[in-house]
């Protein structure tokens, strides 16, 4: 209900201040690949099932074993439309350079990170802190708050000096703090807490700006505009599969006694999983490190 008002508000001043587009000649005009869309959401979608449930199904259970097929046979015929019609939905030539394919990877990867810890806090602050839903969501401001103060200064300064060292200084700031909620226990206070939430705000509001404009910066001659696409698809398919992943492992390091609700889990086996899900999102934040490090700028001509 806090939703709709806010979407209903947004279409209302991007109906104001969007300006209109210019007609295009009917031979302008390009074709969408409807059948590429529906073939890449039906892959992303049974994909992100087969990932979330296959910790609480098993990944040999009827229902699991049938989104991965469905994920692998939309992702091939995806592939083999888009190689063949005049107009695809993504030109797959893109990611033969592999400075775009870096990028792009490491700003999704970003994401996933970002989302699984936030996907965690929740169940942190009332099973481990036991907070309150009110106090709880205090609490989670913290990161949104942080990266509205950063984000503007620190995407006018990549601009100014380059994006490279924002995206490898934010991927570090991501390393810091999972390597602060990997080893957080209730009883270190709220300190420690606070600071983590911080780091995670400060981490994002680095990358928004840097990390998503070498997304475009990398993309070929011409490809801006599907790079600013497949940016702002970046963000919400890392959430979504950083969501899936971190669920994912959270059941596997918390159901040897059997699948419970995680609201319902003993304090201790929860905490147990906590650490282990967010020590393997530590571990893997070290790829988005290495490959924002070897993409260099373009303007900075090296």
């Not at 449930?53 to 083999?80: D, K, R, S």
């Not at 304090?267 to 530590?282: I, K, M, N």
């Amino acid at each position: 209900m806090i939703n709709i008002p806010i979407g209903i508000c947004g279409i209302l001043l991007a109906a104001r201040v969007i300006p209109a587009d210019s007609p295009a000649r009917t031979g302008d005009k390009t074709p969408v690949d409807l059948v590429g869309a529906a073939l890449l959401f039906l892959a992303m979608a049974a994909g992100t099932f087969a990932l979330e449930e296959t910790a609480a199904l098993g990944g040999i259970a009827p229902a699991v074993a049938a989104a991965f097929g469905i994920c692998a046979l939309c992702a091939l015929v995806f592939i083999v439309r888009e190689r063949r019609t005049p107009h695809p939905l993504i030109r797959l030539s893109l990611f033969r350079k592999w400075q775009f394919f870096a990028v792009l990877a490491a700003f999704f990867l970003i994401n996933v990170v970002y989302a699984g810890v936030l996907y965690l806090l929740p169940f942190y602050l009332s099973a481990g802190m036991h907070y309150s839903l009110a106090v709880s969501g205090l609490f989670l401001l913290i990161p949104p708050v942080v990266t509205c103060i950063v984000s503007i200064p620190f995407g006018q300064w990549s601009d100014r000096y380059g994006c490279r060292w924002f995206a490898v200084a934010s991927c570090i700031v991501f390393i810091v703090f999972d390597g602060i909620f990997a080893v957080l226990v209730p009883e270190a206070g709220m300190l420690p807490l606070i600071l983590g939430l911080a780091l995670m705000g400060l981490a994002i509001g680095i990358a928004a700006g840097p990390a998503a404009s070498r997304i475009i910066e990398n993309a070929p001659e011409g490809e801006e505009g599907t790079g600013s696409s497949l940016m702002i698809t970046t963000i919400y398919f890392g959430g979504v599969v950083g969501t899936a992943l971190y669920a994912t492992l959270l059941t596997l390091f918390t159901s040897a006694g059997g699948v419970v609700p995680f609201a319902d889990l003993d304090a201790s086996v929860f905490l147990d999983g906590f650490h282990l899900t967010v020590w393997a999102g530590l571990f893997l934040s070290f790829v988005p490190l290495v490959l924002s490090a070897i993409v260099r700028d373009k303007k900075a001509g090296a």
